[in-house]
């Protein structure tokens, strides 16, 4: 006992959530795991992936721990040789970059991109918010229209002379010039397409 807490972390109590098995076989974290499969486990009162402190416990080193910021650098990962993420083994383990584990990814053809078929609103479309379960429905007033929308140059007293010029056979281009804005954007108020609220 430590100051009333007892100490937990240590490497045997480490070592004993994972099935050490044959050299060249995977050892597998038989502890608690995330989403995409990789032992989680908490290690002086941070939580950690275990895959990372088996490579630490058994190299004896300290790999700083860098966010991922989306930026190429030096930021130091531990990476699966045998694509299994919940393994220890430290002989499948590698050091690498964000680089390094993205180039891995595509290269063993993990990458997904999420277009076409694969995209997620294809492969779950229950799950996409669609018709009056969109959030522009349920909740109409979090979408800015008219004069509250951060892009329009116009007001709704713009919007009504721009409609009585329509009405007086006026060009749709000239309109657009007299405003500042393009031919486009005096079709759609005349469409009703926007600003169908005034």
């Known amino acids: 006992m430590t100051n009333g807490w007892k100490v937990r972390n240590t490497p ?33 009162r941070k939580n950690n992936k275990a895959h990372r402190l088996a490579y630490q416990l058994h190299y004896g080193v300290t790999l700083r721990r860098v966010p991922h910021t989306g930026k190429v650098g030096d930021a130091v990962l531990v990476l699966h040789r045998c694509d299994n993420p919940s393994c220890c083994n430290p002989e499948h383990l590698w050091l690498g970059s964000f680089l390094d584990n993205n180039r891995d990814c595509i290269s063993k053809g993990r990458h997904k991109t999420g277009r076409g078929e694969t995209h997620n609103s294809r492969t779950h479309p229950e799950c996409v918010a669609r018709g009056e379960r969109h959030g522009s429905r349920t909740h109409p ?36 010039r007299a405003f500042g804005i393009t031919q486009g954007t005096v079709s759609h108020i005349k469409s009703g397409k926007t600003w169908k609220h005034i």
Not at 12 to 34: H, M, R
């Open 12 to 44: 045997e109590s480490f070592w004993a959530k994972v099935e050490v098995l044959g050299p060249e076989e995977c050892w597998p974290w038989t502890g608690q795991k995330d989403r995409q499969g990789y032992g989680v486990t908490s290690w002086n």
């Open 141 to 176: 007033e979090s979408v800015p229209r008219g004069e509250n929308h951060h892009n329009t140059p116009l007001t709704e007293r713009d919007v009504r002379i721009i409609r009585e010029r329509i009405s007086q056979g006026d060009r749709q281009l000239a309109i657009a």
